[in-house]
């Protein structure tokens, strides 16, 4: 059974630091790119950040650059978002997206509210 499980969302004031965790498991994880997605009210989803099967391979939306760090531990079949300097239009549902050729699995989401 496939489980793709986020956690670590929450309220943080603007200029705070949150890290969220994606554990997956039922697939082979470390072949798996790993991308981590968000939605706001009204909004369409969005990539945030994306990293590939080896990590050799990151990339980031422009508006999360330099203050978002995606990495993966294939031990723990868990990828990870580091957000600091978070503002309040990171404000969304952030999603954790695990793809492989033909194979896509989404988590259920974990809330992240940046406000003061």
């Known amino acids: 059974q496939v489980r793709v499980v986020e956690s670590g969302g929450g309220l943080v004031q603007p200029g705070g630091s949150l890290r969220l965790s994606c554990a997956a498991s039922g697939f082979t994880f470390s072949m798996y790119g790993l991308n981590w997605y968000r939605q706001a009210p009204g909004k369409e989803r969005e990539l945030v950040a994306g990293i590939s099967s080896t990590s050799v391979r990151i990339n980031y939306a422009d508006s999360v650059k330099g203050r978002f760090t995606i990495f993966r531990d294939n031990a723990k079949n868990t990828v990870y978002l580091q957000m600091n300097s978070l503002k309040p239009e990171d404000t969304a549902v952030y999603y954790c997206?695990?793809?492989?050729?033909?194979?896509?699995?989404w988590g259920q989401g974990t809330q992240v509210t940046v406000s003061s």
């Open positions: 997206n695990a793809n492989y050729l033909w194979n896509e699995y």
